[in-house]
């Protein structure tokens, strides 16, 4: 009976140090290794700081989006491409017949969102950890989302917008769309704070500088006509600023030009990292570059290679230029003269049966003859990595000091009290570069200056994404085939981002969703 | 006080002691041979006393009362009882015919099969022989219902795929694999070890909990018998493999005048001037594939002493790829060991140890892509170094000879299990089961250059290394009581905990430039240690989990059957407040075959009703409520990069497991002698907390920014209602002649019913430039396809002028021969907005239908396997001009009255490749899996060299499959959002087989 019992309590005692040993309890769990960082438990060091800084410049690299459809947009250029349907995004761009839906502006809103939200995330943080040159690091991050919300407000308006930090999950259900006013003012409050707080000089290139900060604040005020607040800003960029016009226009698109004497602010970009289409905002390298190439089937023909034919400019642009300019030979490619050169060249060189390296294209859609010249693939070294369509070097020279003169000049003109002296001074500095002698200054005052600024700016900043806003701000949207008064002016908000906000924001004018 | 222990047992169970003991002997037979019986259980009925039967059949039993009823029970037959009445009790034991005592593992523990009230498939070894799978997973297709298996490609080694009754998740359909009380994997198993395999289909298998939501796979592995001498099995195999199927595609003069046709549509010059000397051209796909062989050996000896068993096997499989074998093979080997000793008569003590190594070769998916696309005008050899093909298409046989790799893995498996038994009825066991895997991969890709551009082209020769161990340890400890109350009243009771830790640990590394270009020197050591591309990485994983369980199991007279259970599991990669959670079953069961009314009836001889009801979990979501710092932020600052910090992936706080909540009610019934049985299942699942990755959030919360993310949030619900019948008829049973029939069916239907914050959810893909067509949407089978609805093509343009404008759709000019998409929306124009629903991935039904016997010394069998309605998306075609294209184009539409669903070809931009049903197939299938046929020679000459038996037989894999779809293989797999686009998929292989079975 005893042993019976003794076998029983055994067990009990067995089955209960087992369960004991076994089961241990939840704070097991709690020993588990991860090997990461946490978000929100990082800016500890300058180190972190700096680092989210450089994180915060990377999805400028995305922006060529806004440069290549804000191209599209405009009168320019027709989008091109392999097919109609190839891009159906930025053919109805092209076509002034997009509507809320359309994955490009979808990914351009929030490509510049994330732009936002990584310069946020470091101002969000700014006063966890003190060290030296901290408002450098601050400033370029208020630059930044300066510079990401500009371009929101440019495309799409009103936007959202949080001034201690990054979005967070259901904002988009409270924070209502602050009308452009707002959005302006916030953007100033950003430059002014990184004016005031950056130099004429940079720890590194490629980092935004005073006058970046300035030449910006100049085109934000001149987007909402403060002409006198342009000029007076823009000034500064010129007089005190390290600018000057580099004297060859061509050299400016070449790899040798960039981050040269003209260069305000010039979003970087390299090729020694590949990509793929499957994250296109991931690549190092300028993605519009290789989508707006010639559709080579003969393989490279230096100094150009090969791409996809997108943003083709049109016959009508081509005539803008006036004999004697010698940028349209920079800006404009075109193809049939280029092959025929090219061909007569090999012709004397070899064998005149041998027709095997005679460049040969297709016909991409909407084919005009004509292509970007100022950002298509250029040869490329031996340490490119592919996908080489993708991974193109092309800094995109977003602020040039050309476009910070003709800035000036049209404040200058517009201002409540113009100066048409000093916006001709500057005008004429651009043209002179332009002919290669000053026997084409423009002489008029008033509004034909106006018009002549705003033709000069066409030409100058062709196929560098400006075209589009320049219109619609100065009220000549309707140049632009297709283009719908009191609609066009702004793109729509994506339709799934008024579906997330449930409610909270509405469509633009004249888009129903 | 043995006395004592003795009275308190009979008092304890009831029985009436007698003072008289006898000491029992007799032998054990086998009642049809009269063979005798080693190893045959003799237990005296309510004790733990009890011996078994030695080599000769023969056993003893001391100190046994008059009246005691023995026990008889050995594997496979049916068990016995008989009162002793004196001192010599001979017994004959019978095979056990009808399988309603077959011993079923359902957790935990054991129950018979005709006690069993959860919804549960067995397949036994005799399935695995005649099936001679390479993974045993494709030994469930077919014959078991409610299963369904889909192979992710045909390819040598690739992954089988289970489901249990249809797709339910996004995430993971996987069920839970048992094997032998650890937790294992099918592939990594030689199914010649398998004694059985055991599906739990619905809530019972919430004793797993957390793990078991999507069913769970019991594999029980061999073991030999004690007392029985060694026997030695030696099988082999050897197989001549071929692809099932070869598409039509276009040769190089139709491919000419095709093309021809369509550059003279838009107006260009054509390509082709002299058509006349073409002839038939390269045919890609003949050079792509070969014969292959497969070949398998497999030994093991089995047998047992008076308190050991052991099973002991070793196995090699070697199989070449269909595609290319020279880039494309696999080889598994095994040697496994199964111990069990018993140390006392209380404790016993057991190992089970399985020892793998993989290893394989392959090559890019995209190589049958190339050879379907790539121009027949083109020599075998000849790269398109005029870019005449584009950028994306090259010629596949180049691509091969620049595919280098290799993969190998190898670990080890099983536990150690020391079962205790204190006092009678109860068992403590307590187990380690573990699991290591260490595997490496190596992939060399040398520089390229297939033509002008090609996208495949590389500038720089780049070698990518990888090693990655796994290491799971589950310690689980349990107790089950077993024990009868008051004559009627069986109870089981199960109480138990599992505590397991996963850890992952993986180095990832990439070198560039490799010297002399060449894979022999692939290795990172000797590539360019100062190139900024070089790269490493790791990843390192920690699941830990801690689980209680309780389940009471109980009977009155076998009749009126009910069983509850319990289990709190807690996973620690989940936020601590929400990381714990119980998951429960009850399941009852009637047998109205013991009621009165039913006891005698001559039809029927079993029918049982059941019923179940639970919720259990599906583990994924791991560690999503965390925010990583894993974004990529580099920029380039000073003409280098630079590589910053940015957050990764949105984190889900709420982040949990998928829960699913399971109905099922059943019915077993047997009829005329056990010929004939059928189980009949309903059953619904509510998959709830669904994970939905990428859930689409505000690009203002900048996901979009590199390497970030959306979240993945648990918002969703989808349910499954279905019902199986399986029916077994055995038509013949005798010893020299048999014949079974075997059928079942199983209807599944998916529907969502809820997505959180929006309306659906997208994904897959198709062709390019095309919108996602699969989604997720409320009202919908999960993954359907949405698409334009096509309505013939036009005939003329009077037709064109009176159909709604399609040029919403992105080409402005539609012509005669066009695809006319229908308005769906009504609203006057064709755009995106009139995509429908046109078809989904999962099948409406699958059915298996199997027919074994035997005549004399020949035995033969067939499996059939069916799925009906289901769709299948043909996306293996790159639409460019001069792509290669199916042959189906040779019917397209010439002039009015010519096809009405091809539409014409040209190379003006039209809105015919356009995603729409013009590319979805019907997938439904029927496949004649396997048919056998074999010989069992007369041994009777050959028993004195040791031969108990000798059969060849000759088999066929895959013989023929009777489908409407046009693609390679349209078992395709049918999982979630974007399952059921084929882009090329490697096709099942047909194998012929010759094989072998010898036992000593």
Redesign the interface.
């Known amino acids: 009976m005893k042993n019976r019992t003794k076998n029983i309590a055994t067990s009990i005692i067995i089955i209960a140090s087992l369960f004991i040993v076994n089961g241990c309890s939840d704070d097991y769990l709690d020993n588990t290794k991860v090997y990461a960082e946490d978000s929100e438990s990082f800016f500890n060091s300058e180190a972190d700081y700096y680092s989210a800084l450089v994180a915060a410049y990377d999805p400028l690299q995305s922006t060529y989006i806004n440069v290549l459809m804000g191209e599209i947009a405009s009168n320019n250029t027709l989008c091109g491409g392999e097919t109609a349907t190839n891009v159906p995004g930025y053919q109805q761009v092209d076509d002034m017949i997009h509507s809320p839906v359309n994955s490009e502006l979808q990914s351009l809103w929030s490509l510049m969102f994330g732009g936002v939200n990584r310069a946020a995330y470091i101002i969000e943080f700014q006063d966890k950890t003190d060290f030296i040159g901290k408002e450098i690091i601050i400033g370029e991050a208020r630059f930044l989302r300066a510079y990401y919300n500009f371009e929101l407000v440019k495309w799409f308006g009103a936007i959202p917008i949080k001034a201690e930090g990054r979005f967070g999950v259901g904002d988009e259900k409270t924070i209502p769309r602050s009308p452009k006013a707002e959005v302006y003012a916030f953007i100033e409050a950003d430059l002014k704070y990184a004016v005031s707080n950056l130099s004429y000089t940079t720890p590194q290139v490629g980092r935004a500088t005073k006058g970046s900060a300035e030449a910006l604040l100049g085109k934000v005020y001149l987007y909402q006509d403060k002409f006198t607040e342009a000029a007076a800003v823009l000034e500064d960029v010129i007089t005190k600023g390290p600018y000057m016009l580099e004297t060859d226009y061509n050299k400016i698109f070449e790899a040798a030009g960039e981050n040269g004497v003209g260069a305000v602010f010039e979003v970087q970009y390299t090729d020694v990292e590949g990509a793929s289409f499957d994250c296109l905002q991931c690549s190092e390298g300028n993605v519009a570059v290789g989508f707006q190439g010639v559709r080579f089937t003969s393989g490279e023909h230096e100094p150009y290679t090969y791409g996809f034919s997108f943003n083709v400019p049109t016959q009508e642009m081509v005539d803008q230029f006036e004999a004697g300019d010698n940028r349209k030979e920079v800006a404009i490619l075109d193809i049939d003269a280029f092959v025929e050169v090219r061909k007569q060249e090999l012709l004397a060189d070899s064998d005149p049966n041998n027709d095997d390296d005679f460049p040969r294209y297709t016909l991409g859609y909407e084919h005009t003859g004509f292509f970007n010249k100022k950002y298509i693939p250029r040869v490329r070294s031996a340490n490119a990595a592919g996908d080489l369509n993708l991974t193109n070097p092309n800094n995109y020279r977003a602020i040039r000091f050309a476009d910070v003169l003709l800035m000036a000049s049209e404040a200058n003109n517009r201002k409540s009290t113009p100066n048409d002296t000093k916006a001709r001074l500057y005008l004429n500095r651009v043209r002179a570069r332009a002919f290669g002698n000053t026997n084409n200054e423009i002489t008029t005052g008033g509004t034909a200056l106006t018009d002549a600024i705003y033709q000069e700016r066409r030409v100058e900043l062709v196929g560098e994404g400006h075209q589009f806003f320049d219109l619609v701000r100065t009220g000549r949207g309707t140049q632009i085939p297709g283009f719908s008064t009191n609609k066009n002016e702004l793109f729509p908000i994506p339709i799934e981002e008024i579906q997330f906000s449930q409610g909270k924001w509405t469509q633009n004018k004249g888009y129903t969703n | ?1 043995r006395k ?2 003795t009275l ?1 047992f009979f008092i304890l169970i009831g029985f009436c002691a007698t003072a008289q003991t006898i000491n029992v002997k007799g032998v054990v037979k086998e009642a049809v041979s009269g063979s005798v019986l080693p190893g045959v259980s003799v237990v005296i009925k309510g004790t733990v006393k009890g011996t078994e039967s030695d080599f000769d059949g023969v056993y003893n039993l001391m100190n046994v009362n008059a009246g005691d009823i023995l026990v008889f029970r050995y594997l496979g037959y049916k068990q016995k009882e008989v009162a002793v009445l004196n001192a010599t009790l001979n017994v004959s034991l019978e095979i056990a015919t009808e399988a309603l005592d077959e011993i079923i593992v359902v957790g935990y523990g054991k129950q018979k099969r005709k006690d069993v009230t959860g919804s549960v498939s067995l397949v036994g070894e005799e399935t695995l022989e005649a099936l001679k799978p390479i993974d045993a997973t494709t030994a469930l297709q077919g014959t078991t219902s409610g299963v369904a298996v889909n192979l992710s490609s045909g390819a040598p080694g690739a992954k089988v795929n289970i489901l249990i009754r249809g797709v339910s998740s996004n995430t993971n359909n996987q069920p839970l694999t048992i094997v032998d009380g650890y937790e294992g994997d099918l592939n990594s198993i030689n199914p010649n070890d398998i004694e059985s395999i055991t599906v739990l289909k619905d809530a019972q298998a919430a004793i797993y909990g957390i793990k078991g939501a999507n069913g769970v796979v019991l594999v029980t592995t061999k073991i030999g018998k004690k007392n029985k001498a060694p026997t030695v099995k030696y099988d082999t195999y050897a197989a001549i493999q071929q692809t099932s199927r070869k598409l039509d595609y276009l040769n190089a003069t139709e491919y000419a005048l095709v093309l021809n046709e369509a550059y003279a549509a838009s107006g260009q010059s054509l390509p082709f001037g002299n058509i006349g000397q073409l002839g038939f051209g390269s045919d890609f796909q003949e050079e792509l594939f070969n014969d292959a062989l497969l070949m398998n050996h497999n030994i093991s000896v089995s047998g047992g002493g008076e308190n050991s068993r052991y099973f002991i096997s070793a196995s090699r499989t070697e199989q070449d790829g269909i595609i290319a074998k020279e880039n494309s093979n696999f080889v598994r080997n095994n040697i496994k060991l199964n111990l069990g000793i018993d140390i006392s008569e209380k404790l016993n003590f057991s190992v089970i140890a399985n020892y793998f190594t993989t290893a394989s070769e392959g090559f890019a998916g995209s190589v049958l892509f190339n050879g379907l696309n790539y121009a027949p005008t083109f020599a075998i050899d000849e790269d398109d170094t ?3 093909l584009g ?1 994306e298409i090259i010629n596949p046989l180049s691509q091969l000879r620049n595919t280098f790799g290799s993969y190998n893995g190898s670990g080890i498996e099983g536990n150690f299990k020391l079962a ?1 038994t ?2 009678e009825d ?1 068992t ?1 066991t ?1 187990r380690v089961g573990y699991k290591i895997f260490n595997d490496k991969g190596r992939s060399f890709t040398p520089i390229q250059n297939y033509g ?2 090609k ?1 495949f ?4 020769s780049s070698v990518y290394q990888y090693k990655q161990t796994s290491t799971r340890v589950v ?3 349990f ?1 089950n009581y077993e024990k009868t109350f008051a004559k009627d009243h069986n109870t089981t009771f199960t ?1 138990g ?3 397991q830790n996963d850890l992952f640990d993986g180095i990832y590394a990439t070198g560039i430039n490799v010297p002399n270009n060449s894979y022999d020197f692939a290795d990172l050591s000797l590539t360019d240690p100062q190139n ?2 070089r790269n490493l990485n ?1 990843g ?1 994983n ?5 689980s ?1 369980f309780s389940r009471l199991q109980y009977d009155y007279k076998g009749k009126y059957l009910f069983s509850g259970l319990v289990r709190r599991d ?4 989940f936020d ?1 407040d929400l ?2 959670d119980y998951f429960w079953s009850a399941t009852t069961g009637w047998k109205i075959s013991d009621e009165n009314f039913l006891k005698d009836s001559k039809t029927i001889n079993f029918l049982k009703l059941r019923a179940s009801f639970g919720t259990l979990g599906n583990l994924v979501g791991n560690n999503l409520n ?22 990764g992936r ?1 984190p889900n706080p709420q982040a949990q497991w998928e829960t699913a909540e399971k109905l099922d009610i059943g019915l077993d019934l047997n009829l005329f002698n056990d010929k004939v049985s059928i189980v009949v299942d309903y059953f619904e699942e509510s998959r709830k907390n669904l994970l939905i990755e990428n859930f ?13 993310g959306n ?1 993945t949030v648990n918002a969703g619900t989808s349910k499954n209602t279905g019902g199986e019948f399986a029916i077994n008829y055995k038509a013949l049973d005798t010893e020299n002649t048999s014949l079974n029939f075997a059928y079942n069916v199983t209807y599944v239907k998916n529907k969502v019913t809820e997505v959180t914050g ?1 309306a659906f959810i997208e994904g897959g893909s198709f062709a390019i ?1 095309n919108l996602a067509p699969s989604r997720m949407e409320v009202g919908q089978s999960i993954g359907y396809f949405y698409g334009l609805q096509t309505d013939g093509v036009f005939q003329n343009q009077a037709e064109v002028n009176a159909h709604p404008s399609q040029n919403g ?4 000019v539609t012509s005669p021969g066009d695809i006319r998409y229908k308005d769906m929306n009504k609203d006057g124009v064709i755009d ?1 907005n009139d995509r429908t629903n046109i078809g989904k991935p999962q099948a409406d039904f699958f059915m298996g239908f199997n027919v074994s016997g035997k005549y004399k010394k020949w035995d033969f069998s067939m499996y059939l396997y069916s799925e009906l309605g289901k769709e299948i998306v043909r996306n293996y075609e790159r639409f460019l001009p001069n792509s290669n294209k199916p042959n189906y184009y040779l019917g397209r539409w010439t002039g009015e009255g010519t096809s009405n669903s091809i539409p014409r070809l040209t190379n003006e ?1 039209t ?1 015919n ?2 995603f729409s049903d013009f590319f979805v197939e019907d997938g439904s299938f029927l496949r004649l899996q396997n048919v056998q046929v074999g010989y069992n020679f007369d041994v009777s000459t050959l028993e004195k060299v040791g031969v108990a038996k000798l059969r060849i037989y000759t088999s066929v894999n895959n013989l023929f499959t009777l489908t409407d779809y046009s693609g390679y293989d349209p078992t395709i797999n049918g999982g979630a959002i974007g399952a059921g686009i084929d882009s090329g998929n490697y096709p099942s292989a047909k194998q012929f087989i010759l094989g072998l079975n010898v036992e000593f």
């Open positions: 006080m004592q222990i308190l005029n870019n005449f950028i205790y204190p006092i109860l403590i307590s002008a551009s996208v082209n590389t500038t720089q310690w689980e400890t107790a109480l905990t599992s505590v900024e591309q790791s390192f920690d699941l830990r989990l801690i209680y807690a996973a620690s990669v601590k990381r714990a965390r925010s990583f710092l894993s974004g990529e932020g580099t920029y380039v600052l000073d003409g280098a990069l630079v590589d910053g910090t940015a957050q949105i689409p959030v505000s690009g203002i919360l900048g996901t979009s920014a590199p390497g970030g979240p929006g430039g759709l992105g080409a402005t995106f931009a809105n490749k356009l």
